[in-house]
Every structure is written in C-alpha cells, then in structure tokens.
C-alpha cells in the first residue's frame, strides 16, 4: 500500500506512549499518529485530550487505532508493557513482558508491514531480541532505542561538570541499557578534542574520581527517578522522537540504539547498544570502532549478561 504520508504507529498509551505522541506531534515529522491500547477508554481519553492542542502544533492527524494501521506505517513503536516499580530491576520485568511483545508481534506479523519496529519496552535489549525472533524481519528492522537515553544522560552529566553545552559534548554508552552498561571514555570528546586530553588541559577536578561517579549517576538515574516518582517518560519520549526523526528523516544519524550484533566487536546473537547509521531502513550499518581493552572486556560482559537473562526464558 501506497504510503501518501508518514504515519507512525504507537503499541502503548502508558505514560512513555502518550508523552512520545506529546512530543512527535510538535515536530511536523509525520501526518498520522495512530495509538494502540487494550484499554480503549484510555485511548479514548489521550486522544481526545492531545487532539485539543492540535491548534499549536504543525499539522498531525491523531486517533485511536487498531493492529490494520501496521499495514502502511512507516514506523511502529512499541512502548506497551509493565512499569518498573521502585526497588525493581529491568530484568525482572522480562518474563512478563516478553510474553506481551510476543503477542503484539503476532498481530504485527498478521500487516505484513514493511515498516520498521522500534522497541522501547523495558529490559529493552531482551525484548527487542523477543521481538526479531517472533516478527523473522530483517535485523536491521527490528531495533530498541537502546543506550540513546543513557548516551544523553552521559552527555548532560558531562556538560554540567565541564561548563560545556550538551551540544559540544559527544559520548556514548554501550552495551546494556541498564546496570551492566558501558561508558566509551575513548569514543568521548568536547569539541574534538578527547576526554583524556581535555581533562589534562582543563585540570579541574580529579578526572579518575569524577568519571567513576558520573557513569554511577548515568547508570543510576533511572533508579532515583523511579524512587521519587514512579516512572520516567519525559527523556525517553524525547529519545524515542530523535530516533524517529533518523529513520522517518532517513537522516543518516549515528545513533546507540539496540541491534542484533553478528559478529560485530566480536559479540554474536545478542542484541545490545552499538553506535549504528540510523536511517529509513532502520540501522544502514554498524560503525565499529577501537574500544580501549577495558570498554571491549566490559561490552562483552555486558553480553554475557544479557545472554544469561535471554537463557532464563522462553522466546
């Protein structure tokens, strides 16, 4: 089927589904925005309710939908699932959410859409691995959003400690989104120049000491929030826009979002967070870059990780 405009599709209208809908409708990327849940009143509700601000925003058609919307999506984006709650970590949502991914794959697969399919439900690398396996697409078409979350966090906590802007500021997080998480202190840089020589330049703070307690605090946050007020949806609606702008803008961006990894930095059949081309297909291709021989002992105990917690379930 023909697509006339961009339409995106949305498998969830917790609080990260709507606040993703809240923030993509202010970007002018699509035409169509069609919103998935079982609780019907609910989306009645979010509609109706998102559907009064359609007088501030770019032109965007907002409604209720069903699975037939899959057909001629140009992106579906999976936010449905349990909430973590205080005290609990990503892994022992996955049982449970795995078998809801498997049932919302089923009624993906039944479109035959052509579309790609952002996962963002939490532990997001397992369950997007639960997802490629149930759909049979191709890997690059069955992503997560992965560590791009985590790589912004990584970024703001670095420009508050410099005095630099976030925007001078490149560094990524690899691996697990979540406790076994990787900071690439090779791959970081402000304004080109590398992080070791920065801080050899700027002499500001004791760089080891700081390093060490800021990736506790990027890899902790999502931990605090949740303490203090139940669940995170602002950044990751915002991080779930900036990867639809890549595909939908076929952008080219270089993004860490999750990917079945084949042999890349030498790991195999596991999904997790890599730097990757993120364009219209989905992810173009994989940037392999030099790890230090720490980062690269780290990412693959980060696989081991997650290949333990994949072992524990039946996908």
């Given at each position: 089927?023909?697509?006339?405009?961009?339409?995106?599709?949305?498998?969830?209208?917790?609080?990260?589904?709507?606040?993703?809908?809240?923030?993509?409708?202010?970007?002018?990327?699509?035409?169509?925005?069609?919103?998935?849940?079982?609780?019907?009143?609910?989306?009645?509700?979010?509609?109706?309710?998102?559907?009064?601000?359609?007088?501030?925003?770019?032109?965007?058609?907002?409604?209720?939908?069903?699975?037939?919307?899959?057909?001629?999506?140009?992106?579906?984006?999976?936010?449905?699932?349990?909430?973590?709650?205080?005290?609990?970590?990503?892994?022992?949502?996955?049982?449970?959410?795995?078998?809801?991914?498997?049932?919302?794959?089923?009624?993906?697969?039944?479109?035959?859409?052509?579309?790609?399919?952002?996962?963002?439900?939490?532990?997001?690398?397992?369950?997007?691995?639960?997802?490629?396996?149930?759909?049979?697409?191709?890997?690059?078409?069955?992503?997560?959003?992965?560590?791009?979350?985590?790589?912004?966090?990584?970024?703001?906590?670095?420009?508050?400690?410099?005095?630099?802007?976030?925007?001078?500021?490149?560094?990524?997080?690899?691996?697990?989104?979540?406790?076994?998480?990787?900071?690439?202190?090779?791959?970081?840089?402000?304004?080109?120049?590398?992080?070791?020589?920065?801080?050899?330049?700027?002499?500001?703070?004791?760089?080891?000491?700081s390093h060490?307690?800021?990736?506790?605090?990027?890899?902790?946050?999502?931990?605090?929030?949740?303490d203090y007020?139940?669940?995170?949806?602002?950044?990751?609606?915002?991080?779930?826009?900036?990867?639809?702008?890549?595909?939908?803008?076929?952008?080219?961006?270089?993004?860490?979002?999750?990917?079945?990894?084949?042999?890349?930095?030498?790991?195999?059949?596991?999904?997790l967070s890599?730097?990757?081309?993120?364009?219209?297909?989905?992810?173009?291709?994989?940037?392999?870059?030099?790890?230090?021989?720490?980062?690269?002992?780290?990412?693959?105990?980060?696989?081991?990780?997650?290949?333990?917690?994949?072992?524990?379930?039946?996908?």
């Open positions: 089927m023909q697509k006339q405009e961009r339409k995106v599709v949305v498998i969830g209208a917790g609080f990260v589904g709507t606040t993703y809908v809240y923030a993509l409708m202010h970007t002018g990327l699509v035409g169509e925005i069609a919103l998935i849940d079982l609780d019907q009143r609910k989306v009645k509700g979010e509609v109706m309710d998102l559907e009064h601000g359609l007088a501030f925003v770019p032109p965007v058609e907002i409604r209720s939908g069903d699975y037939s919307d899959c057909v001629d999506a140009n992106l579906i984006v999976v936010t449905a699932g349990a909430k973590q709650i205080p005290g609990q970590s990503r892994f022992e949502l996955i049982q449970r959410n795995a078998e809801i991914v498997k049932s919302i794959c089923y009624e993906i697969k039944k479109c035959d859409s052509d579309a790609v399919v952002l996962m963002a439900a939490n532990p997001v690398d397992a369950l997007t691995q639960v997802a490629l396996k149930q759909l049979g697409w191709p890997r690059e078409r069955v992503i997560g959003s992965g560590t791009v979350l985590d790589s912004a966090r990584f970024r703001s906590m670095l420009s508050r400690h410099c005095g630099i802007d976030t925007r001078n500021v490149h560094a990524y997080i690899l691996g697990e989104h979540g406790d076994s998480e990787v900071a690439a202190w090779s791959m970081t840089h402000i304004a080109g120049v590398v992080m070791r020589d920065y801080c050899a330049i700027c002499q500001g703070c004791d760089s080891k000491k060490e307690d800021i990736v506790r605090r990027v890899r902790d946050s999502a931990y605090h929030i949740i007020k139940g669940s995170t949806y602002y950044a990751i609606g915002l991080s779930l826009t900036r990867i639809s702008g890549a595909i939908l803008r076929n952008e080219h961006s270089i993004l860490t979002v999750s990917l079945l990894l084949q042999g890349e930095y030498g790991i195999d059949d596991i999904c890599v730097p990757c081309v993120v364009g219209k297909t989905g992810v173009e291709r994989i940037v392999t870059a030099s790890l230090s021989e720490d980062e690269q002992t780290a990412l693959k105990a980060s696989a081991q990780t997650l290949r333990k917690v994949l072992d524990s379930i039946n996908i």
